[in-house]
């Protein structure tokens, strides 16, 4: 799996110590590769999306649609396209579940 948006060495640092740090992730995940790079990926488009000003409720639901759509492929190409989608306004969203219908 390559990083095609080319982190710098500190910007996979910080990644990496988000991951290491966070108690909520298992350690078998933290020691797996390719899902140490979705992740590190997921957070790269988190931070993009944030300093474009992205509403948080809007950067988590595509924080986790590009993790499914990690699966199988490349999660670099997945975060491009999502941010692309993104920035020129052809991303679309499903409507979302009122909460208060959730049982």
Request: negative net charge; contains cysteine.
């Amino acid at each position: 799996m390559t990083n095609t948006l080319e982190l710098s060495s500190d910007q996979i640092a910080l990644y990496d110590d988000i991951i290491d740090n966070d108690t909520t992730i298992a350690d078998e995940y933290k020691s797996d590769p390719t899902v140490c790079e979705v992740m590190r990926a997921g957070l790269f488009l988190a931070h993009q999306l944030d300093n474009m000003k992205c509403p948080h409720e809007t950067i988590l639901r595509i924080q986790y649609t590009a993790g499914e759509m990690s699966f199988g492929h490349d999660p670099w190409e997945v975060v491009g396209e999502l941010l692309e989608g993104y920035t020129n306004g052809t991303l679309e969203f499903e409507p979302s579940e009122d909460p208060s219908k959730i049982n």
